[in-house]
T-cell receptor, first 114, second 112 residues
Framework: EAQVTQNPRYLITVTGKKLTVTCSQN?????MSWYRQDPGLGLRQIYY???????DKGDVPEGYKVSRKEKRNFPLILESPSPNQTSLYFC?????????????FGPGTRLTVL | GNSVTQMEGPVTLSEEAFLTINCTYT??????LFWYVQYPGEGLQLLLK?????DKGSNKGFEATYRKETTSFHLEKGSVQVSDSAVYFC???????????FGTGTRLTIIP
């Protein structure tokens, strides 16, 4: 089944404790990205990657890192999480860099930083 | 920059009512327009899309027409069902750019 998977689905952590949220897709998609969803703000892009070893900042990159060492994986790293990073996070992928393409979303990771 | 403005929610309707969720956008050039739906506890999934002016996207009884003159992409359905209860997001992506710019989302609840 074609899908985007994220782990963990739920995470509660404390300020400053490094964490990684994994994202993997099995559709051989070139383009992957991370969004955060906050009430009243919709979804905002954090980082994106157009292919292996190619990543770039989205609209709200502060406090996050990403890497793209393999085509299928695109982990999101919070090196020193803070309470304002409490949010619902979505990974997404699409076939190529085109405004016409549908993006496929993972199920989401709900992160709480105390 | 690009932006999407959606009708404020929440919206509550009775089953079989007519639905309209308004969406207007600001963008340079000719963006592609999308409606995504988020069912409870799930990720977003594409509901429909339109890639040029006057295109009509449709799926599962929902429709939206790309109106360049009014910069709008309103979502409509003639007869809603309880299973349509979800959060609906209008979004755009600019030509040559994969990034989606989302509206704030509209929560729809259908009561039997």
């Amino acid at each position: 089944e074609a899908q985007v998977t994220q782990n963990p689905r739920y995470l509660i952590t404390v300020t400053g404790k490094k964490l990684t949220v994994t994202c993997s897709q099995n559709m051989n998609h070139e383009y992957m990205s991370w969004y955060r969803q906050d009430p009243g703000l919709g979804l905002r892009q954090i980082y994106y990657s157009m292919n292996v070893e190619v990543t770039d900042k989205g609209d709200v990159p502060e406090g996050y890192k990403v890497s793209r060492k393999e085509k299928r994986n695109f982990p999101l790293i919070l090196e020193s999480p803070s309470p304002n990073q409490t949010s619902l996070y979505f990974c997404a992928s699409s076939f190529s860099r085109s405004s016409y393409n549908e993006q496929f979303f993972g199920p989401g990771t709900r992160l709480t930083v105390l | 920059g690009n932006s999407v403005t959606q009708m404020e929610g929440p919206v509550t309707l009775s089953e079989e009512a007519f639905l309209t969720i308004n969406c207007t956008y600001t963008a340079t050039g000719y963006p592609s327009l999308f409606w995504y739906v988020q069912y409870p506890g799930e990720g977003l999934q594409l509901l429909l899309k339109a890639t040029k002016a006057d295109d009509k996207g449709s799926n599962k009884g929902f429709e939206a027409t790309y109106r360049k003159e009014t910069t709008s992409f309103h979502l409509e359905k003639g007869s809603v069902q309880v299973s349509d209860s979800a959060v609906y997001f209008c979004a755009l992506s600019a030509f040559g750019n994969e990034k989606l710019t989302f509206g704030t989302g509209t929560r729809l609840t259908i009561i039997p």
